[in-house]
């Protein structure tokens, strides 16, 4: 029997070294313990996102880190890679340079997903401290969410 297709591929991006700086990671954690569907992977990629070599032949592509986009913390922001220039530092991440390289590899490589979409998560604080702010892991319940809601988008989405 042939491997089941990937569909989605959900990343968590993100050093849990520095709080909130580790929230992708927190969520990719968070949803391996979830019962989500087979066509489904989520992969805790840490601070070294070679999405070239974690993505493979699915249809969609969800990141998940932290941007400081200004916005109060634990606002999210949804966006796609050609929606903000990422190697511009127009929202910063720790992981900018790495991601942007590595979503220009994919699409030099013919191997970009039909889609692509960041979830960013503004974080409170980023320092050293392996545990989120109050405030981030409130919102884990309504990130996890957002996220389930692009796997499975409800009609007139």
Not at 39 to 65: A, E, N, Q, R
Not at 71 to 88: C, L, M, Q, V, W
Request: charged share 25%; proline share 6%.
């Amino acid at each position: 029997m042939k491997d089941a297709k990937i569909r989605t591929t959900i990343v968590g991006v993100g050093n849990i070294l520095l709080k909130d700086e580790g929230i992708g990671v927190h969520i990719a954690h968070s949803l391996q313990q979830t019962d989500i569907s087979h066509d489904i992977k989520v992969i805790d990629v840490g601070t070294s996102p070679d999405l070239p070599y974690y993505v493979k032949d699915c249809d969609k592509l969800i990141i998940v880190d932290a941007v400081q986009g200004g916005g109060k913390p634990g606002t999210f922001y949804r966006f796609h890679p050609h929606d903000a220039n990422i190697e511009s530092g127009e929202m910063a991440s720790a992981h900018e340079l790495g991601l942007g390289q590595s979503l220009e590899m994919m699409r030099l490589m013919g191997s970009e997903p039909r889609e692509i979409v960041i979830i960013g998560i503004e974080p409170k604080e980023i320092g050293w401290g392996m545990e989120l702010s109050a405030e981030l892991q409130q919102k884990i319940p309504e990130i996890i969410d957002l996220i389930l809601s692009e796997i499975n988008p409800r009609p007139g989405d």
